[in-house]
Nanobody, 116 residues
Framework: QVRLVESGGGLVQPGGSLRLSCAAS????????MSWYRQAPGKERELVAD????????NYGDAVKGRFTIARDNPKKTVYLQMNSLQPDDTAVYYC?????????WGQGTQVTVSS
């Protein structure tokens, strides 16, 4: 059974930091590219960051470049998103996604709220 379980979301003040985790099971984690997406109320889901299976290539959405860092630990089957200098516009549900060729899995999402 495939599972992607996000954790680490919550309420944080502007300028603060959070670290999201996505624990995977049920598939060959190291073969899959992993991504973080987010969706704010009334907006389309957007790419935050992605990383290839071996971690050799990383891409970031323009809105988070220089503030967020994606990383993965293949033995632990976990992908992380370190989020620094958070702003109210970063408020969204953050989703983990696994992709290999045409196969895609999504997590259930974790809420991140940036507010004073």
């Amino acid at each position: 059974q495939v599972r992607l379980v996000e954790s680490g979301g919550g309420l944080v003040q502007p300028g603060g930091s959070l670290r999201l985790s996505c624990a995977a099971s049920g598939f060959t984690f190291s073969a899959y590219a992993m991504s973080w997406y987010r969706q704010a109320p009334g907006k389309e889901r957007e790419l935050v960051a992605d990383i290839t299976g071996a971690g050799s290539s990383i891409n970031y959405g323009d809105a988070v470049k220089g503030r967020f860092t994606i990383a993965r630990d293949n033995p632990k089957k976990t992908v992380y998103l370190q989020m620094n200098s958070l702003q109210p516009d970063d408020t969204a549900v953050y989703y983990c996604r696994a992709r290999w060729v045409g196969t895609i899995y999504w997590g259930q999402g974790t809420q991140v709220t940036v507010s004073s």
